[in-house]
């Protein structure tokens, strides 16, 4: 599903979209075949379920769609490469090793710079699949409190299975069961107090 | 609870501790029964023992909330089972204090007996009606809470104003004994005071049946006015 809001099915032979997405506050459908799916992709960045840093520097990984925008100027790249990896919370750990390979990195590291990388460009939603299902309970963590750090910036859509984790980082939740929305509604209302007796069998822990 | 988690396990902690819930509430009644009947017989040996077995409250008390911070911590529960788990904190805190008042009573008795009140007339009768009427209620939010019962909790909350008449009553009552004969004036403020504790049972029984609806409907209806109630419950 996430993969919709990005236009990412475009790349996967024999898919095709039904209805409409209008992102706000323009209201321009992004499934529409008249916009450029790259054009939606600056506007909507995505972080994978495992860290998928290029094989360049921390800088570079960074820097990239800023230079694919077309911008040159080094001081401007050197302030924005800053500004996402403060906003990513990598600063004060890769400042020093800018130029280093990001697969040095560690995996909650590589993680965080996949969320700058996708700062860096200043979308307006940032899509989170299963962002945190390859890492340990602390790099969890550090993401988790990054997703509530930068939400109040940029929009975030996150993907889990990891309920607690969906309880914990947002705001509204969605409950999915085979490709069918079942219940939507504020965070604090799904867990405690859900209105479909589906919804409350899943989070409880009562499989059918 | 009536379908079935995946962890067996679970569903068989939840049906414990709501079992062991069942246990320190017939206690508690229990206890305040013993200790107006030791009132109104003046037995000493029966409010001793009411005050020897205030300490088995306490550990139920004790014992529960330790199962519940492990449940929880341990299964992060959610939606009905947290609220069921919320409940349930909620309603030993209650009980805990159903327990110290049929203590207090059973202190009170021995105070009576102590200070030679013993044979004098006093309106235990209607004491013991309004000890009835409290644990009457109490035994019907216990029973809502066993089968979740929404209506009988309804029921409870309904009915805590005729406990509330019924100590308006006893207190008119005493008030005149004092005025009659000043020298039944220290013992009848004792009595007021065990009348107080019945009306606060029945409190309790109200509190502990706002429990069971929160946990099925998951609406709060504490300081609800009794009209009101059906309205917020449907």
Redesign the interface.
């Known amino acids: 599903m996430l993969r919709c809001f990005n236009r990412m099915h475009d790349l996967y032979p024999g898919h095709r979209y039904d209805g409409a997405i209008n992102l706000m506050p323009d209201g321009v459908d992004i499934l529409h075949k008249d916009v450029d799916p790259i054009e939606v992709r600056m506007r909507i960045s995505m972080v994978f379920q495992k860290p998928n840093p290029f094989p360049k520097s921390i800088f570079e990984n960074v820097a990239y769609g800023l230079k694919v925008r077309g911008e040159k100027n080094r001081s401007v790249l050197d302030d924005k490469v800053e500004a996402a990896l403060k906003g990513a919370a990598l600063w004060n750990e890769a400042k020093d090793r800018l130029n280093e390979l990001a697969v040095n990195l560690s995996g909650g590291q590589q993680q965080r710079l996949c969320i700058a990388r996708a700062l860096a460009t200043e979308p307006e939603i940032i899509l989170f699949d299963e962002p945190t299902s390859a890492l340990d309970p602390i790099a969890t963590g550090s993401i988790e409190e990054l997703i509530g750090e930068i939400k109040h910036k940029v929009s975030v859509l996150i993907v889990t299975h990891n ?2 984790q969906a ?1 914990r980082v947002s705001d509204y939740t969605a409950y999915m069961y085979l490709g069918e929305m079942m219940e939507y509604g504020e965070t604090n209302d799904i ?4 209105k479909r007796k589906e ?3 899943y ?5 059918g | 609870m009536s379908d079935k988690h995946l962890s067996t396990q679970f569903d068989a902690e939840l049906s414990s501790i709501s079992t062991r819930v069942l246990e320190m509430g017939g206690l508690v009644e229990q206890q305040v029964a013993a200790a107006v009947d030791a009132l109104a017989t003046f037995s000493e040996a029966q409010a001793t023992q009411v005050i020897r077995n205030e300490e088995r409250v306490n550990q139920l008390e004790i014992e529960i909330d330790r199962d519940l911070s492990n449940i929880i911590a341990r299964r992060q529960p959610t939606a009905r089972d947290l609220r069921l788990l919320i409940g349930v904190s909620k309603t030993i805190g209650n009980l805990e204090r159903v327990g110290d008042e049929a203590a207090r009573i059973a202190r009170t008795t021995h105070r009576l007996i102590a200070s030679g009140t013993h044979g004098r007339h006093f309106p235990t009768t209607a004491m013991v009606v309004e000890a009835n009427m409290a644990n009457a209620s109490l035994r019907r939010s216990l029973d809502a809470f066993a089968r979740l019962d929404v209506n009988l909790a309804m029921q409870v909350i309904r009915s805590d104003n005729e406990i509330d008449a019924e100590f308006d009553g006893l207190l008119r009552k005493l008030v005149t004994y004092m005025m009659e004969d000043p020298r039944t004036i220290s013992a009848s403020i004792d009595l007021v005071f065990v009348a107080k504790a019945l009306e606060r049972v029945g409190d309790h029984a109200k509190n502990l049946a706002e429990q069971v609806i929160y946990i099925v409907k998951g609406t709060d209806v504490r300081h609800t006015p009794p009209d009101g109630l059906e309205s917020a419950v449907s």
Do not use: C, L, V
């Open positions: 309920m607690q309880a867990f405690m107090k859900p919804t409350e069998d989070i409880t822990g009562r499989f």
